[in-house]
């Protein structure tokens, strides 16, 4: 089984910071894409930023110049460092890994449980 462990969600005032991390585990060969994604009550989820295993990186608009993504592969970890955090960024952030297996040849998405970021006004 591969699975995706967040860490780092919490409550963090306006204008603060926030750092999440999440590792990948299990039959993974590698992983081509690694990133973190957001769902707020009664949005879609939406992309929050990812990044390849060449360190290429994309962001969302709402997000660009305020968090960066950063990855470790040896330890297949991606981590988000969030700042001057806004109360609409409060939001359910879920990890999302693009890996290929080891013994199944193709690319296979996996989904972390979630963590809770709340940004007080």
């Known amino acids: 089984q591969v699975q995706l462990v967040e860490s780092g969600g919490g409550l963090v005032q306006s204008g603060g910071s926030l750092r999440l991390s999440c590792a990948a585990s299990?039959?993974?060969?590698?992983?081509?894409?690694m990133g973190w994604y957001r769902q707020a009550p009664g949005k879609q989820r939406e992309l929050v930023a990812a990044i390849t295993s060449d360190g290429s990186a994309n962001y969302g608009d709402s997000v660009k110049g305020r968090f960066t993504i950063s990855r470790d592969n040896a330890k297949n970890t991606v981590v988000l460092q969030m700042n001057s955090l806004k109360p609409e960024d409060t939001a359910v952030y879920y990890c999302n890994g693009r890996v290929r297996l080891e013994y199944l040849p193709g690319e296979y998405e996996y989904w972390g449980q979630g963590t809770q970021v709340t940004v007080s006004s």
């Open positions: 299990g039959s993974i060969l590698s992983i081509n894409r």
